[in-house]
């Protein structure tokens, strides 16, 4: 499954990297209303908890479905500012409507094309819906759209003073100790962008974006089959520090293209395509090559060993091998007239992580 972001004919100016303070702070306000997903940060996030004020920490509850399972569009900005407050100026612009409907999303569990027409402003059957899908999704998810849909004016000041306090009660001080690994990588990118190309930035950007054969379309392996175009204003990739190990995409319709991705640790594992890991579950699903990896476990042996071991016959058992070797789960290897197959433990053993990586992406 992949997420394609059509660029023909998009001049390489409009394919940006560029610093945003808001969205560093939407991955930090994720990190922590999920602390599961970024366990590399728990420390600092209870500490964050810990000198919160109470009625900063109640506010962040009562608005956490604009960033816990998945970030309001305008949080992710297509056009970064030097500042959080320029940001925030830029979100205030964005009419009624728009914001709505972006922050229902979240909120909701659905997608914007399911709430933005007719709108839960103005049509009491959308209305009633995107109050319905909320509280289904929780207490807080409920009370929230109820507040939101009532008086958005209201919940626009106020999530915008929770930020603000979120500047001063953490953000600040996190974002002046991120912002030179942040500008590094920049550095890095737009040189790549520069002097090598797309291709060569994209693939600098994870080992899940790539550039298509074509050229014509930015494809990110991702737990969905989406399209967006990017021809109308070009694509925004924004480093993150704090968003590790997540690869957020903005991709509604109506919205410019941007791309949240982790900063790169030092010495960074690639991240395993979606269709490796689909491959390896669905051969590990069959019984039979579960016993052939069991035997495989214990060391080295042919096809010949393998079907007397189990009582099967040589041609059944190669096809069961051809399997786990598309999977990359073993290695042959000639001794002489013989081929004996070794389990590649390490990549067996990575599935679970390499699963929860593809997953969280």
Known sequence: ???????????????????????????????????????HLADWAGTVW???????????RETESLWRSSQADFLIPARPRPTLAGELDDVDRIDDETYVTAALAPTCGSSQSLLAAPSPLTDAAARARALDLAQARGPLQGAF???????????????RDTLEQCADAFFDAAWAGVA????????????????????AALASVSGAVALSPEGDCIVIDKLQDKAT???????????????RPHLVVVHAAGWQPVVQYPVAEAGPAEPVPLETVTLRLEALAHPVRLRLL????????????????WELSPPEVSRHLAVLRRAGLLTPRRHGRYVRYTLNLPDLTALGTDLLAAVLR
């Open 50 to 60: 810990a000198g919160l004020r109470p009625e900063l920490a109640e506010r962040l």
């Open 180 to 199: 030179v690994r942040i500008a590094t990588d920049l550095r890095l990118k737009n040189d790549l962008l520069k002097r090598q190309g797309v291709g």
């Open 294 to 309: 069991r035997t495989l476990a214990r060391g080295p042996h042919t096809t010949g060993e393998l079907a007397h071991a």
């Open 1 to 39: 499954m992949t997420l394609r972001i059509d660029i023909s004919g998009l001049p390489s100016e409009r394919l940006r990297f560029a610093a945003s303070p808001l969205a560093e702070l939407t991955a930090m306000l994720h990190a922590l209303a999920e602390p599961g997903h970024h366990p």
């Open 229 to 243: 175009s990017a021809r109308g204003g070009g694509v925004t990739f924004i480093p993150s520090v704090h968003g």
């Open 145 to 159: 759209a109820e507040s939101l849909l009532a008086d958005p004016a209201a919940v626009r000041a106020r999530v």
